[in-house]
């Protein structure tokens, strides 16, 4: 088994200590919109978000402990007060943690592709999940899921439309290969240079 490297870190919250709905205002110290990344793998692409949007503040998720790990380390080098950092599964920690209607934007990039037919059950991303996730969007978030699995953007791509309350930002497209500005990750950039296209999905909560 993994050792799991303890994380002490003033970014890191360790979801034990939590009870109930935490005061997200209180532990960022101002009332600031929330954005969401899940899955945050090495914490690349949340740093950028935070330094870029200093207005919001930002809760990177990821259940891997190495890549919490390395992320508390990117956010404390790159200075930034407005990120913090858990390691927890997704669903539970939205149910349990998060306030109905108060995320201004979810980020899901590349999340575990689960290639094989069989396994495909096991993919987060699906119309179960976007209608629940339905719930603790405020009106205008932004939804964006990234993958480069052709079936699974194509899948997603197109069960979007099929779910009430989103309107397709990249409209008349389902997706893109591309969106101007939106930061590349570590697996993206692996699975370019591998000669692969990412299909990228943006929806806004009406
Ligand atoms: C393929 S990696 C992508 C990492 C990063 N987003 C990137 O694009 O470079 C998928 C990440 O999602 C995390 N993950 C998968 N399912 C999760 C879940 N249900 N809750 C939290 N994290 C999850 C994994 O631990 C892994 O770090």
């Known amino acids: 088994m993994q050792r799991v490297i303890p994380i002490e870190s003033p970014f890191f919250i360790k979801e034990e200590e939590l009870e109930g709905v935490p005061d997200w205002q209180a532990i960022f110290g101002n009332d600031h919109p929330l954005a969401l990344e899940i899955g945050c793998g090495i914490g690349d692409f949340i740093v950028k978000m935070a330094e870029e949007h200093s207005e919001r503040n930002h809760i990177a998720i990821d259940f891997y402990n190495k890549g919490c790990l390395k992320t508390c380390k990117r956010v404390d080098k790159a200075g930034l007060t407005n990120v913090r950092v858990l390691r927890v599964e997704a669903r539970k920690?939205?149910?349990?943690?998060?306030?109905?209607?108060?995320?201004?934007?979810?980020?899901?990039?590349?999340p575990d592709p689960w290639p094989k037919k069989k396994h495909r059950k096991r993919r987060m991303v699906n119309r179960q999940f976007v209608e629940f996730l339905r719930e603790y969007l405020a009106p205008g978030a932004d939804f964006y899921f990234a993958t480069d699995f052709d079936d699974y953007g194509i899948d997603v791509a197109q069960m979007m439309p099929e779910v009430e309350g989103f309107d397709n930002c990249q409209a008349p497209e389902l997706y893109s290969h591309d969106i101007p500005g939106y930061h590349r990750t570590k697996y993206m950039l692996k699975f370019m240079d591998e000669g692969k296209r990412i299909y990228f999905v943006h929806y806004r909560k009406a």
């Open 93 to 110: 920690f939205i149910a349990e943690r998060i306030p109905k209607e108060s995320l201004a934007a979810v980020y899901i990039n590349c």
